[in-house]
């Protein structure tokens, strides 16, 4: 089965940029999505891919993040801009080996999951 790691996570101020990487151990998978769960807070959808693989995003993200991929190195991406302080949290990429994904940004949809990489924006 698939591994997925995460990296590129950091402390930026707020308004930096980071962009997270995840690589797949063996190739990308259509079904990928970026997560995060803050402490005290459940894990929610961050990023994902459709089933007409168009890309949606958390309202509180949207116009400031941008999830990518590239096939050749088995890599997928979140570039994080204009970081806020509401954006701290550990931050999981997953996947959906199996069947296809109704609603992207819920975590139940997804049964591979990295390790986590922790992102922080202080005040």
């Known amino acids: 089965q698939v591994q997925l790691q995460e990296s590129g996570g950091g402390s930026v101020q707020s308004g930096g940029s980071l962009r997270l990487s995840c690589a797949a151990s063996?190739?990308?998978?259509?079904?990928m999505g970026w997560f995060r769960q803050a402490p005290g807070k459940e894990r929610e959808g961050v990023a994902g891919f459709d089933r007409y693989g168009s890309t949606t995003y958390a309202d509180t993200v949207k116009g400031r993040f941008t999830i990518s991929r590239d096939i050749t190195k088995n890599t997928l991406y979140l570039q994080m801009n204009s970081l806020k302080p509401e954006d701290t949290a550990i931050y999981y990429c997953?996947?959906?080996?199996?069947?296809?994904?109704?609603?992207?940004?819920?975590?139940?949809?997804?049964?591979?999951w990295g390790q986590g990489t922790q992102v922080t924006s202080p005040h």
């Open positions: 997953a996947a959906k080996t199996t069947g296809w994904v109704q609603a992207p940004l819920l975590p139940y949809e997804y049964n591979v």
């Open positions: 063996t190739y990308i998978h259509y079904y």
